[in-house]
Each structure stands twice: as structure tokens, then as C-alpha cells.
């Protein structure tokens, strides 16, 4: 599990707390006292989420360019549904033990029945691209 780039898009990450804040944003403590943005969303960015204001929670990308390494193998985005329940080591062990015998849909079907086990209540989305 070497060649790891990982992007956490969470309330309590310091960059992303600033920008909340300075779009007049607020990031309190709720539920389990997990950070949240104006008590609602655990996450700091987000696709079509109209309950708070866009400006608070953009929808903008983190870019990141790199050269590839011969051993990076695919790239998994998920939701903090997944995030919060399972680290990136144990999603991407659970990749690499089946990437090389089962295609892309049946991998991601498996994790999220894996998981779903552990009765989230949150959604739970995954992508995985193989390179």
C-alpha cells in the first residue's frame, strides 16, 4: 500500500476549518462529537448539497498531478460514509487481495457488503478507477 495520495475533505482538516470560516461557515462539535459544518454535514465539500450555502460548501475538486508509478495499480473515491467506518489501509488491502480476479463492479459490490455489516447509517459510495 505505498504510492498513497490521500485527500480528506473534513470540517476539522485545517485548510478546509479556514475556508469554512472565512465564508462565515461554522464548525461545531455535534453527534458523537464529530465536526460538522453549521451542525449538518460532516464533510467540507460537496455535490449538490442545497441545505447550506454553496459558498461555504463548494463543490470544487482538489487537482493533484503526478507522475505514475509503475506499481500504482487504481484510484478509489468514496464518500465519508466509507471514510467513517473503514480506514484507506483496510479498503485498500480488500482491493488488492481481488483486483486481479474480479472486475471493477464486483469488487465494489463485495466491499460495500462487507462494510454495510457494521450498520451505518450514512451513504456509502464508492468508485474505483483502474489505471
Known amino acids: 500500500m505505498e504510492n498513497m495520495i490521500l485527500l480528506y475533505h473534513k470540517p476539522n482538516v485545517r485548510q478546509e476549518e479556514e475556508c469554512i470560516r472565512r465564508t462565515g461557515g461554522r464548525v461545531t462539535k455535534y453527534k458523537d462529537d464529530v465536526p460538522h459544518v453549521e451542525n449538518q454535514l460532516a464533510v ?56 486481479s480476479s474480479n472486475i471493477l463492479q464486483d469488487i465494489i459490490s463485495q466491499l460495500l457488503d462487507e462494510y454495510l455489516k457494521l450498520e451505518t447509517m450514512d451513504n456509502m459510495s464508492v468508485y474505483i478507477v483502474k489505471l
Open 44 to 99: 467540507s465539500r460537496a455535490l449538490l448539497e442545497y441545505s447550506i450555502d454553496k459558498h461555504i460548501i463548494p463543490a470544487l475538486p482538489d487537482i493533484i498531478q503526478y507522475s505514475k508509478q509503475s506499481s500504482t495499480a487504481y484510484i478509489i473515491f468514496a464518500c465519508d460514509g466509507i471514510w467513517d467506518v473503514i480506514n484507506n489501509q483496510q479498503v485498500g488491502t480488500f482491493v488488492s487481495n481481488k483486483i
